[in-house]
Nanobody, 111 residues
Framework: EVQLVESGGGLVQPGGSLRLSCAAS?????????MSWWRQPPGKGLEWLAK??????SYGNAAEGRFTISTDNAKTTLYLQLTSLRTEDTAMYYC?????WGQGTQVTVSS
């Protein structure tokens, strides 16, 4: 079973960028199974952002055009590049691989 640990969150000003990482231990990511990024804003439900699998990448409305999902060549780390950040992007960000989830990393967008 793969264990996932997210990192890279923090406080950033509107318009700024961050790169989130999701490190896998215990196993490598299975591209065939797919890996995803999600987020949960304060007081709101979980929102799917992006997915990467053997078929390529796909994005939800909130991520399209601003966020990019990728992995390293060894398939041990999943990334989410966040650009043009807005205050409404403030949320806890999670990665998932199959039924495995990380603990999340907080992104706060504020001036």
């Amino acid at each position: 079973e793969v264990q996932l640990v997210e990192s890279g969150g923090g406080l950033v000003q509107p318009g700024g960028s961050l790169r989130l990482s999701c490190a896998a231990s215990g196993s490598t990511f299975s591209v065939a199974s797919g890996m995803s990024w999600w987020r949960q804003p304060p007081g709101k439900g979980l929102e799917w952002l992006a997915k990467l699998n053997s078929g390529g990448t796909s994005y939800g409305n909130a991520a399209e055009g601003r966020f990019t999902i990728s992995t390293d060549n060894a398939k041990t780390t999943l990334y989410l590049q966040l650009t043009s950040l807005r205050t409404e992007d403030t949320a806890m960000y999670y990665c998932s691989a199959g039924s495995n989830w990380g603990q999340g990393t907080q992104v706060t967008v504020s001036s």
